[in-house]
């Protein structure tokens, strides 16, 4: 079974604070995303990668980085953490696919609740 | 991406079919149709997908209408560990592109 494992389940950082969340995969993945979730907004794409050290913006990249060093880990940064990142962080990954018939499923970790006072 | 309208909440009986509709009138001819769910406090978990024809494995059946504007998940025989919110979303298979998520429904299956 694919696994995406996540550092931290709960996690409470003060404002102004470096965050670092850790994702791993153990399915050699090439595609890695980081999603927030908030209530009412469904799912938001911070950032994405497929392949190391490759990275693209999703839809709310602000005050976020990444960092892809290694195919099996993604990491999502903030650089100084606010009050309007306490959020649900997901990390998912997926293989890239070929063609019309590509399977395009994602697995994803059991998230990170970070709360920033 | 095309655009997916979903039912906020639906309620279910445990043991009946629980039917999720979705509408994607925009839909062009090379988006899939995927689904997924989220059970409370774990990650979304990838369900079922589909282009034109149905679909079905071991945990629903996906049915997309002929003109492809809409299609219906249905979980045959439901339980109240299939309590969950069900996202309908549809897109391109395309390598290094991520998935949207919308609000989608929130199913209710109760004793």
């Known amino acids: 079974d694919v696994k995406v494992t996540q550092s931290s389940r709960y996690l409470v950082k003060r404002t102004g604070e470096k965050v670092f969340l850790e994702c791993v995969q153990d399915?050699?993945?090439?595609?890695m995303f980081w999603y927030r979730q908030d209530p009412g907004l469904g799912l938001r794409l911070i950032y994405f990668s497929y392949d190391v050290k490759m990275k693209e913006k999703g839809d709310i990249p602000e005050g976020y980085s990444v960092s892809r060093e290694k195919k099996e880990r993604f990491s999502l940064i903030l650089e100084s953490a606010s009050t309007n990142q306490t959020s649900m962080y997901l990390c998912?990954?997926?293989?890239?696919?070929?063609?019309?018939?590509?399977?395009?499923?994602?697995?994803f970790g059991p998230g990170t609740r970070l709360t920033v006072t | 991406d095309a655009k997916t309208t979903q039912p906020p909440s639906m309620d279910c009986a445990e043991g009946r079919a629980a039917n999720l509709p979705c509408n994607h009138s925009t839909i062009s001819g090379n988006e899939y149709v995927y689904w997924y769910r989220q059970i409370h406090s774990q990650g979304p978990q990838y369900i079922i997908h589909g282009l034109k024809n149905n679909e079905t494995n071991e945990m629903a059946s996906l049915i997309i209408t002929e003109d492809r504007k809409s299609s219906t998940l249905i979980l045959p025989h439901a339980t109240l560990r299939d309590t969950a919110v069900y996202y309908c979303?549809?897109?391109?298979?395309?390598?290094?592109?991520?998935?949207?998520f919308g609000k989608g429904t929130t199913l209710s299956v109760s004793s």
């Open positions: 399915m050699d993945h090439e595609n």
């Open positions: 979303i549809v897109r391109v298979a395309q390598a290094g592109t991520a998935l949207i």
């Open positions: 998912a990954s997926s293989f890239p696919g070929s063609g019309r018939e590509t399977n395009y499923e994602q697995y």
